[in-house]
């Protein structure tokens, strides 16, 4: 059953599902959040991160980057025990690391979401590559949930789902891509 089918109306899932899935992001922040919950849903339900969502945002300063990367071992231990999010050693190893490579990104880039523009578009086992190279604890899911829900992949709603033209009016990087002619899309 899809996300479409079964979010509309729940506490949690419908606003997610009608107002950020698949909808492009921009703001580093914003997308460091997106990747740290992601994360941190492997192995768990999507349910469990969206109700532990605020507390993550507390935990975390916000998902401000430059805090985050500079976290040391007294953050650290801090997170690690916090009830109010998941305390998972490489989880939090990961988010505070893939802070700091953000923050890396962004002095070639200038952003993370230009960085992310920079590398589309790529196939979804490309990305998966290059997420694996440039972050931890990036795999296939993770890297696949990430880029659908910030709109750098199709497939987050179904057509025939009335949030899926919102999606198309926000132009999502995988829409332009559709509207480019064909010689100027990168195959792989």
Not at 81 to 106: M, P, Q, S, T
Request: glycine share 8%; proline share 5%.
């Amino acid at each position: 059953m899809s996300y479409c089918a079964i979010a509309p109306g729940h506490p949690y899932h419908g606003p997610y599902h009608d107002k950020e899935y698949g909808f492009p992001l921009r703001d580093d922040g914003a997308l460091f959040e997106r990747l740290v919950l992601e994360i941190n849903q492997a192995g768990l339900s999507w349910l469990t991160i969206l109700k532990k969502r605020e507390a993550f945002r507390a935990a975390y300063d916000r998902f401000d980057v430059d805090r985050v990367a500079g976290y040391g071992r007294r953050e650290r231990a801090r997170l690690l025990r916090d009830a109010g999010i998941i305390r998972n050693r490489l989880k939090v190893d990961a988010a505070i690391e893939n802070a700091r490579r953000i923050a890396a990104l962004r002095d070639g880039h200038g952003s993370f979401a230009a960085w992310l523009d920079a590398h589309h578009p790529l196939g979804r086992a490309a990305w998966v590559k290059l997420f694996k190279e440039t972050f931890r604890f990036t795999g296939g899911e993770i890297t696949g949930e990430f880029l659908l829900s910030t709109g750098y992949l199709p497939g987050a709603h179904a057509r025939t789902c009335p949030v899926y033209r919102r999606v198309l009016k926000a132009n999502p990087p995988w829409a332009a891509v559709r509207r480019r002619p064909v010689e100027h899309v990168r195959q792989l």
